[in-house]
């Protein structure tokens, strides 16, 4: 079974230019999944993690409704950064992690509709140990986003988090790094890490998703991004693959450099543009993280079986 992991924090705001809100669009496109006989495809589960309306979703229950799995709807676990307001999605992926029951996950973002064969298609491909990752198009003018050919994703492309994974994996990299959940980038990290694990990543062309405009966010400051290829290489170094764990000197300077001097509109916090912020919010973060328990994926999992 699949564990399709939809993570969102867009309340009920349609998408922009579609009129439908992301709930409707969800369940469009799982009412539409075939294999490639035409045949509906329902071996998969849907949880869904929402900060802003975490209540059962009737239009996806029902458009779910002879799935196996059945629909699971949640709010992102506490962390640092929700008890700040901010969105963190890799706290919500986290949380998703925790209820998965598929041995292989796909990660699916709010504002991308994906293809009537691309869950068969994972389905497919994980059976072979290959594990998808969508070709993204917008679509406004159908226009692949970079270059995105099929195969084998080349070990330094930047893959982000619309791909599947086995829960086996994710476990033992201790899921995504919420310590990125204020500068973006945790998808990334999350992919680079499941590759240096060996974890096989392939594109398909029936693994493909159109990417509708939400008008929500601004995009990542290319700071952002600095940060996750130098924490990137401070794991490299020290071989440590897994998240959220105590910080090494290295990951603190790396971090560090996020937020400082320039105000990126990204995290929904004002960054002081001569870089005097006082205290600086990525120093609260890292105290705050220190101050709580690390968490623990295979923990957390194994309590949340306990709550069902």
């Known amino acids: 079974m699949l564990t399709v992991a939809y993570i969102t924090s867009r309340g009920l705001h349609p998408l922009t230019k579609l009129g439908l809100g992301q709930y409707e669009l969800l369940a469009q496109a799982l009412a539409a999944q075939t294999d490639d006989a035409g045949r509906p495809f329902t071996d998969y589960e849907v949880v869904i993690v929402d900060k802003d309306n975490p209540l059962p979703r009737p239009e996806v229950a029902l458009a779910c409704r002879d799935a196996v799995g059945g629909v699971t709807c949640l709010r992102p676990r506490a962390t640092p950064w929700t008890r700040m307001g901010a969105f963190a999605p890799n706290a919500a992926r986290n949380t998703a992690l ?8 796909v990660g699916l973002d ?66 995504w790094d919420e310590r990125f959940d ?23 062309p029936d693994v ?13 400051h290319p700071r952002c991004w600095r940060v996750v290829c130098a924490l990137g290489d401070a794991r490299r170094a020290a071989g440590a ?59 957390a999992r194994a309590a949340a079986a306990e709550e069902r």
């Not at 994972?122 to 226009?143: M, W």
């Not at 204020?182 to 594109?203: I, K, N, P, Q």
């Not at 995290?267 to 328990?293: K, N, W």
Request: hydrophobic fraction near 40%; glycine fraction near 12%.
């Open 98 to 105: 925790c209820h998965a029951r598929g041995d292989v996950v």
């Open 208 to 220: 493909a998703a159109t990417g509708h405009d939400h008008g929500g966010r601004a995009a990542a």
């Open 110 to 175: 709010d504002c991308f509709e994906p293809g009537p064969r691309y869950l068969w298609r994972t389905a497919q491909l994980a059976a072979a140990d290959v594990y998808a990752v969508a070709t993204l198009r917008s679509a406004d003018d159908g226009v692949a986003y970079g270059e995105q050919p099929p195969g084998p994703v080349a070990p330094a492309a930047l893959v982000g988090g619309l791909c599947a994974y086995p829960l086996a994996a994710a476990v033992a990299l201790n899921g």
């Open 241 to 299: 693959l897994r998240a959220c764990e105590p910080w090494t000197a290295a990951e603190r300077a790396a971090f560090a450099t996020c937020g400082q001097g320039e105000d990126c509109g990204y995290t929904g916090f004002p960054c002081d543009r001569e870089g005097a912020q006082e205290p600086s919010l990525t120093h609260e973060i890292m105290v705050g993280y220190e101050a709580q328990r690390w968490f623990d994926l295979a923990a």
């Open 182 to 204: 204020g500068c973006s980038g945790g998808d990334v990290d999350f992919t680079w890490r499941l590759r240096l694990a060996g974890v096989r990543l392939a594109r398909h």
